[in-house]
């Protein structure tokens, strides 16, 4: 009879053990490796929409592996919730916003997009033209018109960047890497 709650304990214990392991490289992944975001706001329409989730993976960030055309998830200390943004320039790249075009390093940033977005002045003028600081980034939405960015917010500080949106898993008719 000691031998089957012996058995039962070991059992258990085994159980616990396996559990908290789980638990434990769970939790790692989530800090170090990837998580998971959802989209809130029209800003990155029509690449992303409301309600669009989306896997983040942190190493890039972690190992200087961001460039330019990256899709970034970052939380400035200001917001109480992450913003999703395009990333259009590096630390020392020059930025500046002209005739509806935005400019990095002297030549027209393009995104990409069927419609490349018209890119207006923020209502900062010392965040329309800058040199991007070592440590920060500058990053924009590709629906400019509604967008909350860089240029209202200003550069983004590395320690705000969460890392980069690389795949959607939701909705399922978008299923898919980002580019």
Same mark, same amino acid.
């Given at each position: 009879m000691l031998t089957t709650e012996k058995k039962k304990m070991n059992e258990a214990l085994d159980w616990a053990i396996h559990i908290a392991v789980a638990i434990i490289v769970?939790?790692?992944?989530?800090?170090?490796?990837g998580q998971r975001t959802i989209v809130f706001d029209v800003s990155m329409q029509p690449t992303l929409v409301e309600k669009d +989730? !989306? @896997?983040?993976?942190?190493?890039?960030?972690?190992? +200087? !592996? @961001?460039?330019?055309?990256?899709?970034?998830v970052f939380r400035p200390p200001t917001e109480d919730r992450n913003l999703v943004k395009r990333l259009v320039a590096l630390e020392g790249d020059t930025v500046e916003i002209k005739d509806s075009k935005l400019y990095v390093n002297g030549e027209v940033f393009l995104t990409g997009l069927a419609n490349e977005p018209e890119t207006l002045e923020g209502s900062k003028p010392e965040y329309n033209k800058l040199t991007v600081p070592k440590g920060y980034f500058y990053a924009l939405g590709d629906n400019r018109a509604q967008s909350y960015d860089c240029r209202e917010l200003g550069p983004i500080d590395k320690k705000w960047l969460i890392g980069r949106a690389v795949f959607r898993f939701y909705p399922?008719?978008?299923?898919?890497?980002?580019?």
């Open positions: 769970g939790i790692l992944i989530v800090v170090f490796v +989730n !989306l @896997l983040v993976e942190k190493l890039g960030v972690k190992f +200087n !592996l @961001l460039k330019r055309g990256d899709i970034i399922f008719n978008k299923f898919g890497t980002l580019h």
